[in-house]
């Protein structure tokens, strides 16, 4: 009975998740037809292999709140709850120690490099750690109906572009063991807007972040993060199992309050 339940509630669920990949109507991302449509030149290209520079600000891989933020009263409580627990030197729901995705924003900033390979219709990035993939859409395609549309990690990234920048709007995230720093959580809400554009002679990738999540916090929160083309550097198969992490606090059940 329970496996017949799945096979029903996969029969349902299989059309929602083609319409979020794969719009009614539409050809994929790598579709030769699709791939081949006159399109405008782009800018720049963003194939390479990226390492993001933790030298630009300090702390700079994180997405820490900025001065003077305001969280609501539930995000509130666990941001308090997350400096306690790190005033008693314990860790506080470090999910990505446990092999949960890192999701966005911070799966950009983790310190294995990212593979990008752009096509005319899509940008393909996988993240050396865990191997985690992100596609930004370039096809003109508009974001999936909120009524069918699939909430992951990494949500649903749709990109245009706006003169010497790649613009590109993320939404549909999961909530679920998803942070955007140590102790803010992200909601479904969460919104991140990215421009993305190259400098320093194709050298250096600059990224100018806005979150919204009026779930968790007030306003906009912006960051700017940087990362080095690494041309001598490929992509590893780098897995997340947790019994090779037994000498991290985020293992031991004493020092990591969940």
């Known amino acids: 009975m329970r496996i017949l339940a799945i096979t029903i509630s996969f029969l349902l669920y299989t059309p929602a998740l083609f319409a ?5 109507g539409a050809l994929g991302a790598l579709a030769p037809a699709n791939i081949a449509k006159p399109r405008p030149k782009p800018p720049f290209d963003l194939t390479g292999t990226w390492l993001h520079d933790n030298t630009f600000t300090p702390i700079q891989w994180r997405f820490s709140p900025p001065p003077g ?3 609501t009263p539930e995000a509130q409580a666990i941001y308090d709850e997350a400096r306690k627990a790190q005033a008693e030197g314990k860790v506080y729901r470090d999910d ?5 995705p890192s999701g966005l924003p911070i799966l950009m900033t983790r310190v294995w490099p990212i593979a990008m390979i752009q096509l005319p219709t899509a940008v393909f990035m996988i993240q050396e750690l865990m191997n985690t993939m992100r596609v930004i859409y370039l096809d003109g395609r508009e974001h999936t109906d909120p009524d069918i549309a699939v909430p992951s990690f990494n949500g649903e990234s749709i990109g245009h572009w706006e003169k010497d920048a790649l613009v590109v709007d993320t ?3 999961v909530a679920e063991h998803h942070w955007m720093d140590s102790g803010v959580p992200a909601s479904d809400a969460l919104h ?3 421009r993305i554009r190259l400098i320093n002679e194709g050298k250096t990738l600059e990224i100018e972040y806005t979150a919204q999540d009026p779930k968790i916090f007030e306003g906009e929160w912006k960051w700017t993060k940087r990362w080095q083309r690494v041309d001598e550097r490929d992509i590893a198969e780098v897995e997340c199992l947790p019994d090779l992490n037994d000498h991290m606090p985020t293992t031991h059940s004493n020092s990591n309050v969940r």
Do not use: R, T
């Not at 979020?20 to 009614?24: D, E, G, I, S």
């Not at 990505?96 to 949960?100: D, L, N, V």
């Open 20 to 24: 979020q990949f794969q719009p009614a």
């Open 69 to 71: 933020f305001k969280l």
């Open 96 to 100: 990505i120690g446990q092999c949960w």
């Open 171 to 173: 939404k549909y995230f």
């Open 192 to 194: 991140i807007v990215e």
